[in-house]
């Protein structure tokens, strides 16, 4: 009996809570800090006491409306809040205010870009809550609570089950990220559980014509990208050996689960069977007034909308011919894609702006841990390098240790902005300063040729009579003339003259 071809399908949909960012909570004044001591930024509202009335945030709500209309979704019109029902010591008031049949956005799309191509991912719906506080399991024996979180904004996207592998919901997740911090609505930093990401994977397989479909796991509270990948590959592996093992591993005949993450050994552990909506008993919160938005609040939100991440990447493909790569990651953050845009506008040359933001600001920028545009430089200087560069006054080389110089000259520039403004040196005094400035002169740059030929009859023997070795012996002795002219040799004439001597000696032999 030949063996049962199987086809296996991964079926993913996406929960995702987005921590907005506000001054203060979502129903109470309390402020919204991550470094503040315990349990400092609570009230009798998010503490949950009996009597206190709770009060909605105008700026989530806008926030709210904005990620869904850059989402794509159908905006509610009316739309209002609910109590699910659930007991946990971090959740004072025993429920969560949050929506429920009445989502504030519904029904919209996200493309984005899996192996060179649009992928739309279906919105089912986004809505507004509270978040809970947090539990606390540093000392033995004992949990704390921490209550500043409690009654925090939180946006709640789900999508359709659209993505279909791990890496597919990998890059949702960074492109969801890219859009809400482009937004403002959110700082979105992972490592503060800004957001936070919960798939809910199954697996289909076709098996002699007929399709079997395993229960759905949800995982819980991923917060890393590199979890949710790791996870929703190690998810759908597991369930296909389970399936393999006990062909009743089926929907309707399992329960549906809830499994968290262990990172350390890198598998899902079960938690619980899954809840359906009755078992948290949700009703409309009599506390709060249903919100109407009328036309014009929703013209005025929909007015700050920029062009957001996927459009803008595409935009400096074609307007100024970056690179994809490139323009991926210059677009990644908001401010350094309009500072590259103000360079190019005030006439740095498109293309090499482009390669020098990714090639120089942003490895300068990353190795202190900043954006471009906290480094201090003005764009003015920024402008100059890339037309130096471009022009040829200076090499490649040169203009990394130039941007280093010009950092140095601008770091102190933060703390006493105004007053080290007039010394700034221009990047063509300091090229000049340093002996940067290429040197385009044949004559000295044959001399250099020489002394390096002569420094290194190895090489030059290999260049010459050594297939094998001539690419990477003549590599290296154009590497040894430009060092010897300190990295100001135009590269170009370097290649020709130091062609035009091996032919030469070649002919001799
Ligand atoms: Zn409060």
Redesign the pocket.
Known sequence: MPEPTLTIRTIIGLEIHVQLNTKT?MF?G?PVRYDAPPNSC??P??LGHPGALPVINRQAFTHAVLTGLALNCKIARHTKWDRKSYYYPDLPKNYQISQYDLPLAARGFFDIPVRGRMKRVRITRAHLEEDAGKSLHDLPGCTLVDLNRA?TPLLEIVTEPDLSSADEAYAFCIELQRLVTYLGVSEGVMQKGQMRFEPNVNIAIRCDGREYRTPITEIKNLNSFRHVRDAIAYEARRQLTAWTEDHDYQQDKRPNENRGWNAEKGITEYQRDKESAPDYRYFPDPDLVPVEITDGMLDEIRAMLPELPIARRQRLVSEYGLSTRDADTIVNHRGTADLLEKVIAAGAPADVAGKQFVNVWLKLANDRNVHVTDLGVEPEQIVELARMTADGTINKTAANRLAQVMLQHAEPRASARADAQRSTPSPLHLAQELGLVQVHDTAATEAWVEQAFTANPKAVQDALGNPKKAQAAAGFLRGQVMKLSGGKADPNLVVRLVEKRLAKLRGKG
């Open positions: 909570k109470c309390c609570v009230c509202v998010c009654g």
